[in-house]
């Protein structure tokens, strides 16, 4: 397959603000056909390369997030790239960067990954992404492969993260809400595109005590007042960090409720530590809905029904087998080690137009 990422001379190309997909192929301030930096990334040589003629590609790859486009005033380049793909009759693909569900002017032949968003507020044109994970049971416990657990008579419930009722916090997530409203508001006050006001911590703590009050489940919470503890330094963070994957680890099922962006990073690390993701659907973008059957990987719960959270965990513990059980543990690692990955993402992408 032939790639073609545009270079734009008077374009600082910052690593860290790059879309994941084109970082295999950064080197030197410039795109290259390296194949040390390929392997890295799980990629060959033979059988993808970048070319500096958009004429001979195959797709291309929008360098910068498309936030970056938006906020230095050159959407123009993008309307130059869709041009380009029309021009050969390939499509582009680019990334959404950011919590909250932001719209970008559209173009035919251009895709939009995003994390952010609500699915039902968004064109064909925006696809869900997965978050770039390294692996941290190899990083944190020096291990290829997960333990696979039994089915216990009682499932474990697990949640480690920010999740509070403290009134400030309320505040604080309140005006972060209308602060981003208000800017949308003044840009343009006749698009309706505002950010539905969602109170994260709260919501995941009101959660939380309702799973607790059942005495058929077993819960593994840690609450946190702030992201990560407050944690500030790399002492701190790593201790916090090993916190968070020994509470999945313990774990049979892990809470996954969206945070200040209508998504859940907490979704992807614990398919990557192959424990079942407890997903309550707010109207999320997921990735490769084509691809994937969600609701083959998930205990999938949507917001109108989360009142009855106990009842659902308690249903689909009870129904399942121990074998199906401990097969839903290996599929979810295996899911995220073969699909969720930059590697297979680019592999795949004329597949996913």
Excluded at 110 to 120: D, E, L, Q, T
Excluded at 176 to 195: A, C, G, Q, T, V
Excluded at 287 to 293: A, G, L, Q, R
């Amino acid at each position: 397959m032939n790639i073609y990422i545009p270079y734009e001379e008077n374009i600082f190309l910052d690593e860290k603000k790059l879309f994941v997909l084109v970082r295999p192929f950064f080197k030197n301030g410039n795109w290259s056909n390296d194949n040390d930096n390929f392997k890295n990334w799980g990629l060959k040589s033979s059988n993808i390369r970048i070319v500096r003629n958009p004429e001979l590609a195959d797709l291309i790859l929008i360098p910068m997030f498309i936030n970056y486009y938006k906020n230095n005033n050159r959407m123009s380049l993008l309307n130059d790239y869709n041009n380009l793909c029309k021009k050969y009759s390939i499509k582009a693909f680019g990334y959404v960067s950011g919590d909250f569900g932001t719209k970008f002017n559209e173009f035919s032949n251009i895709i939009y990954f995003r994390m952010s968003g609500f699915k039902s507020l968004l064109s064909a044109k925006n696809q869900g992404f997965p978050a770039s994970l390294s692996d941290q049971l190899m990083i944190l416990y020096n291990k290829d492969n997960i333990k696979i657990n039994k089915k216990s008579e009682i499932p474990i419930i697990g949640f480690c993260g920010h999740a509070t009722n403290h009134p400030i916090t309320f505040i604080h997530q309140t005006y972060i809400f209308l602060i981003e409203n208000i800017k949308r508001f003044f840009k343009n006050p006749f698009d309706n595109n505002y950010e539905v006001f969602f109170q994260s911590a709260y919501q995941r703590h009101k959660i939380l005590k309702q799973i607790e009050e059942e005495n058929d489940l077993k819960t593994n919470f840690i609450y946190r007042k702030q992201y990560r503890a407050g944690a500030k330094d790399k002492k701190k963070r790593n201790k916090t960090t090993l916190e968070y994957y020994d509470n999945i680890l313990i774990s049979d099922y892990i809470l996954c409720l969206r945070g200040t962006g209508n998504f859940s990073i907490r979704l992807y690390e614990t398919l990557m530590m192959g424990k079942i993701p407890v997903l309550i659907n707010t109207d999320c973008l997921l990735p490769f809905n084509k691809i994937i059957d969600w609701k083959q990987h998930v205990i999938w719960i949507e917001w109108s029904n989360v009142e009855d959270i106990p009842n659902i965990i308690k249903l689909f513990h009870q129904k399942i087998t121990n074998e199906n059980f401990q097969k839903l543990q290996k599929n979810n690692r295996k899911l995220w080690l073969e699909i969720l990955q930059p590697a297979w993402t680019i592999k795949n992408l004329k597949n996913l137009e």
